[in-house]
């Protein structure tokens, strides 16, 4: 049985790594995708994870398969295909370590993965499924996705769902909002960025956007509020949990550290409603974990320990 199972895009996150001698910007290869980047925080806490995704069958793609190996994530769901790229994200950050994406997805391997490609045997033995919306923008990987749903949820998975907009992915925003939307009625818990509010929910304050969510079923809505921390609503009400400061170096993953921290304890918790304290808790475990993530270059490779993040949390 695994505990947490994630499909989605699994690419090469080009990083900005400054300028060469000649004054050209350089970019470090790191392995990323937002999926994968939770299931990598939740392994190095030892949860049991497994990808289901596609990536080409070339020199990123199988880096970024060992990669998953190397972080004692389950690739027998993962396909190496023959006919496309491994999709490719160029990040390049400001002065204060912010993101600015461009893609190479047209199309990218994570966009053609097809519903008779998935794993049936690892869907059906998941205690969590975590999807994103990248995974939304195109066909077949779209249809895959909530083929993969419906097959963990019939078999008794929560269905966890991170709506991690990228404008330069989508024709527009009004596309965006209706796919993205159209994941949130099969959420179970759901996390999404204040600045995600308004698109998904139609109001930018994040304690109505919570609301407007559990409307919808979602049982446990989380909203990042950088580094301000995090709001977490139940049926029960909305907290607000503060997050930590560090010395930013690169946010990329951040969210996805957040998230992977959360499920984590979640897990632990093992309850089949979360409470709003027991929500909270799970938002203290994500800050600790994404403000640690964010002291390290990349992604996956800036995943924290388990013994740090507690650490952390007992100061």
């Not at 000649?22 to 939770?38: I, Q």
């Not at 806490?45 to 998953?68: E, I, N, P, S």
Request: hydrophobic share 45%; proline share 3%; glycine share 8%.
């Amino acid at each position: 049985m695994y505990d947490i199972t994630a499909l989605g895009e699994l690419l090469i996150d080009f990083t900005d790594c400054g300028t060469s001698e000649a004054g050209m910007r350089l970019f470090e290869r790191n392995p990323g995708g937002a999926p994968a980047n939770v299931l990598s925080a939740a392994a190095r806490f030892g949860r049991r994870t497994a990808f289901l995704g596609k990536v080409g069958d070339d020199m990123h793609g199988r880096f970024l398969r060992q990669t998953l190996l190397a972080a004692s994530i389950g690739v027998e769901g993962l396909v190496m295909a023959q006919d496309v790229f491994t999709t490719l994200a160029f990040v390049a950050l400001d002065d204060r370590g912010e993101r600015h994406f461009s893609f190479a997805r047209k199309p990218g391997a994570d966009t053609c993965l097809r519903t008779e490609e998935l794993d049936g045997e690892v869907l059906r033995h998941t205690r969590i499924l975590h999807v994103g919306s990248l995974s939304l923008t195109d066909e077949p990987a779209r249809s895959a996705t909530f083929a993969a749903v419906e097959q963990a949820k019939a078999a008794g998975a929560l269905i966890s769902y991170d709506p991690n907009y990228r404008a330069a992915l989508w024709p527009d925003s009004a596309a965006a909002a209706a796919r993205m939307q159209s994941m949130v009625p099969f959420a179970d818990v759901m996390k999404l960025s204040d600045e995600e509010t308004m698109l998904l929910t139609g109001t930018a304050d994040p304690a109505e956007a919570a609301r407007r969510l559990l409307a919808q079923g979602v049982s446990c809505a989380a909203v990042t509020l950088g580094a301000k921390g995090a709001l977490v609503a139940t049926a029960e009400g909305i907290r607000t949990v503060p997050g930590f400061s560090v010395a930013a170096v690169d946010t990329t993953g951040a969210g996805d550290a957040f998230w992977g921290g959360f499920l984590h304890r979640m897990l632990a918790l093992d309850k089949a409603v979360l409470t709003a304290e027991d929500a909270a808790d799970c938002a203290r475990w994500g800050c600790a974990t994404a403000a640690l993530c964010i002291t390290k270059r990349g992604a996956i490779p800036a995943m924290p320990s388990l013994d740090d993040v507690t650490a952390l949390l007992a100061q």
